[in-house]
């Protein structure tokens, strides 16, 4: 029989080890630094690949890129600034990498609905949301604004009302409600000749800045990005035949413009804020953000009877403040109560 061997005497170098399918060397944990980089800014998605727009010739054809494997799942959204390696000639069938994403400074969020954890960008890096929405066909709705408004100010986006189709109806009525929160305002509809009017006031708004549009379908997005950017060539719609808009826009799509960038966004049904709460609505308002230190704990700051403590009301009582603007700002708190 033969001898077996005594396991008492065997060490380490007596151990066989197999190299692996891809060799034997140890993976390195170190990535390379891509110094040299290019940074971009990316302007589109479609399934799994970026659109990127080179900040250093605006006249570069833009870059197709594919997000490096060291990002693993990192979300990456239109607006987001993002640093490029590999070919940035912009040639059909070229790919570049995303090696890095930067750090945002603003972020447009929103959830399914209010119970839904999971949050979806919708845009990052924008210094104002134009919240668009049609005086008539479709009828406006005070709460989707409320909303967007909420999701503005959390995100750290100056909100712009611009409402669409004033030769329908009488804009002010619905434009009133918001006067008081300071928001700036502008009116948009058709001259006698069809062609869209009052775009002065907008193309100011954009001008120089990264702005998205967002709004239901059917209020008029694209044509205002079709007016002010006319390469943009984006698909218009009709109102379905139950006056609901239909989704002309499928996916956010950014458009140069005077020195800076136009976001047209696909048509919203629902605005879900499942990710804020109501110190970060007030904490937009520097007139307002230090008297909610003084409310009780978990305040939502919608005054009596539900909140009859809170702070803010001391600040009317006082004069030190006008109660017309306390009672907007709680309009918009009462859109994220009610869920």
Same mark, same amino acid.
């Given at each position: 029989?033969?001898?077996? *061997?005594?396991? *008492?005497?065997?060490?380490?170098?007596?151990? =066989?080890?197999? &190299?692996?399918?891809?060799?034997?060397?140890?993976?390195?944990?170190?990535?390379?630094?891509?110094? +040299?980089?290019?940074?971009?800014? @990316?302007?589109?998605?479609?399934?799994? =690949?970026?659109?990127?727009?080179?900040?250093?010739?605006?006249?570069?054809?833009?870059?197709?890129?594919?997000?490096?494997?060291?990002? /693993?799942?990192?979300?990456?959204?239109?607006?987001?600034?993002?640093?490029?390696?590999?070919?940035?000639?912009?040639?059909?069938?070229?790919?570049?990498?995303?090696?890095?994403?930067?750090?945002?400074?603003?972020?447009?969020?929103?959830?399914?609905?209010?119970?839904?954890?999971?949050? =979806?960008?919708?845009?990052?890096?924008?210094?104002?949301?134009?919240?668009? %929405?049609?005086?008539?066909?479709?009828?406006?709705?005070?709460?989707? @604004?409320? =909303?967007?408004?909420?999701?503005?100010?959390?995100?750290?986006?100056?909100?712009?009302?611009?409402?669409?189709?004033?030769?329908?109806?009488?804009?002010? &009525?619905?434009?009133?409600?918001?006067?008081? $929160?300071?928001?700036? $305002?502008?009116?948009?509809?058709?001259?006698?000749?069809?062609?869209? !009017?009052?775009?002065?006031?907008?193309?100011?708004?954009?001008? #120089?800045?990264?702005?998205?549009?967002?709004? *239901? !379908?059917?209020?008029?997005?694209?044509?205002?990005?079709?007016?002010?950017?006319?390469?943009?060539?984006? %698909?218009?719609?009709?109102? !379905? #035949?139950? /006056?609901?808009?239909?989704?002309?826009? %499928?996916?956010? $799509?950014?458009?140069?413009?005077?020195?800076?960038?136009?976001?047209?966004?696909?048509?919203?049904? !629902?605005?879900?804020?499942?990710?804020?709460?109501?110190?970060?609505?007030?904490?937009?308002?520097?007139?307002?953000?230090?008297?909610?230190?003084?409310?009780?704990?978990?305040?939502?700051?919608? /005054?009596?009877?539900?909140?009859?403590?809170?702070?803010?009301? +001391?600040?009317?009582?006082?004069?030190?403040?006008?109660?017309?603007?306390?009672?907007? $700002?709680?309009?918009?708190?009462?859109?994220? *109560?009610?869920?």
């Amino acid at each position: 029989m033969p001898r077996r *061997h005594d396991v *008492h005497a065997l060490d380490e170098s007596d151990v =066989r080890i197999r &190299p692996g399918r891809r060799g034997s060397r140890p993976r390195s944990k170190r990535r390379p630094e891509h110094a +040299d980089a290019t940074r971009a800014m @990316v302007t589109a998605v479609d399934r799994g =690949r970026w659109t990127c727009a080179p900040d250093a010739d605006p006249e570069r054809a833009p870059v197709v890129a594919m997000r490096a494997r060291e990002l /693993g799942r990192t979300p990456v959204v239109v607006g987001d600034r993002v640093d490029l390696v590999g070919d940035l000639s912009g040639e059909p069938n070229t790919l570049a990498r995303i090696v890095r994403v930067a750090d945002r400074d603003t972020v447009l969020r929103r959830t399914a609905d209010d119970t839904d954890p999971y949050e =979806r960008v919708v845009v990052a890096n924008a210094a104002r949301l134009i919240v668009v %929405t049609a005086v008539a066909d479709p009828v406006p709705r005070t709460g989707f @604004v409320d =909303r967007c408004l909420v999701a503005a100010y959390a995100g750290g986006l100056e909100p712009v009302l611009c409402l669409t189709k004033s030769d329908l109806a009488d804009p002010e &009525p619905f434009a009133a409600q918001y006067r008081e $929160l300071g928001v700036p $305002l502008v009116i948009t509809g058709r001259s006698g000749t069809g062609a869209p !009017s009052g775009l002065d006031g907008l193309r100011e708004q954009l001008a #120089g800045k990264l702005c998205a549009l967002v709004g *239901h !379908s059917g209020v008029g997005k694209s044509t205002l990005v079709n007016a002010t950017v006319p390469e943009a060539h984006q %698909t218009i719609g009709r109102l !379905s #035949g139950i /006056g609901k808009g239909r989704h002309t826009t %499928t996916a956010a $799509l950014a458009f140069p413009h005077a020195d800076g960038w136009v976001v047209d966004t696909p048509g919203i049904r !629902s605005f879900g804020l499942a990710h804020v709460g109501p110190d970060d609505v007030v904490a937009a308002f520097g007139d307002l953000a230090a008297a909610i230190d003084d409310c009780p704990r978990g305040c939502g700051h919608l /005054g009596p009877p539900a909140d009859p403590e809170c702070a803010l009301d +001391d600040l009317v009582d006082s004069r030190v403040h006008a109660g017309g603007r306390l009672i907007a $700002l709680r309009r918009i708190l009462v859109a994220l *109560h009610q869920g």
